[in-house]
């Protein structure tokens, strides 16, 4: 196993919740790491992703400001902090590898993300 997340849960509108992603020394060296999430019925879609030689991030419009991703390389782990939660925020939320793009981009599409965890559920209310 490459990679696996933990934190989900149930939280209330307007709470916090951060997920980790613990992922295998050989996995974390991609070059960029990124989370994603999927609600029932919807398609999978990027939330944030964080390039691992630079540490710049990357975010969707509709998490910029409340979401925040950091890594932490002595320990081979990717977090997403995650407040101000929204009930459209319900989804099961992944970390991922994949390729960088244009130098030091990370991109949030899905396709290019090649090694994926089974997934952390999130659930607000």
């Known amino acids: 196993v490459q990679l696996v997340e933990s934190g989900g849960g149930s939280v209330q509108a307007g709470g916090s919740l951060t997920l980790s992603c613990a992922a295998s020394?050989?996995?974390?060296?991609?070059?960029?790491m990124g989370w994603f999430r999927q609600a029932p019925g919807k398609e999978r879609e990027g939330v944030a992703a964080?390039?691992?030689?630079?540490?710049?991030?990357f975010y969707a419009g509709s998490v910029k400001g409340r979401f925040t991703i950091s890594r932490n390389n002595a320990e081979y782990m990717v977090y997403l902090h995650m407040n101000s939660l929204k009930p459209e925020d319900t989804a099961m939320y992944y970390c991922?590898?994949?390729?960088?793009?244009?130098?030091?981009?990370?991109?949030?599409?899905?396709?290019?993300?090649?090694?994926w965890g089974q997934g952390t559920q999130v659930t607000v209310s």
């Open positions: 991922a590898t994949g390729p960088s793009r244009y130098g030091s981009s990370c991109l949030l599409s899905p396709p290019l993300y090649s090694t």
């Open positions: 020394e050989y996995t974390y060296s991609a070059n960029c």
């Open positions: 964080i390039h691992q030689r630079s540490g710049g991030t």
